[in-house]
């Protein structure tokens, strides 16, 4: 891989044929507002787990609870890098939105980061 410089305005980096995009402050804003959105997602499908977690232990679908709620937390990284298109949105939406969650009091505590990494994966 190599990079290089282009003289020409606005002097941007050149990997691989491909101009890297910078980042505005609206695409900053917007994936900070998405974070913060998706972080209250995540802590509400974490209410709605626990829940249906109890529900469904008596009849032994204890397992299932995760699986029934699963596509609400693996549906920011999608999200985010649908509407901002730029490389890494994906990732680091995903990240700020995890974080978004823990700092809200997630009862999951640091194990979302972990998790927000791995599901970020999969996009």
Do not use: Q
């Amino acid at each position: 891989m190599y990079i290089m410089l282009v003289n020409e305005p606005p002097f941007v980096l050149k990997t691989k044929g491909v101009f890297m995009e910078k980042w505005s402050l609206k695409d900053v804003i917007l994936m900070a507002l998405l974070a913060f959105l998706f972080g209250g997602v995540f802590m509400g499908a974490g209410f709605m787990y626990v829940a249906l977690e109890v529900a469904l232990t008596p009849g032994g679908y204890k397992p299932f609870a995760n699986e029934i709620l699963f596509g609400l937390w693996t549906m920011a990284a999608p999200m985010i890098g649908v509407l901002l298109k730029k490389k890494g949105s994906s990732t680091l939406g995903e990240m700020l939105a995890a974080l978004a969650e823990m700092l809200m009091g997630s009862h999951f505590g640091v194990g979302v980061l972990v998790s927000g990494f791995c599901s970020r994966s999969r996009n």
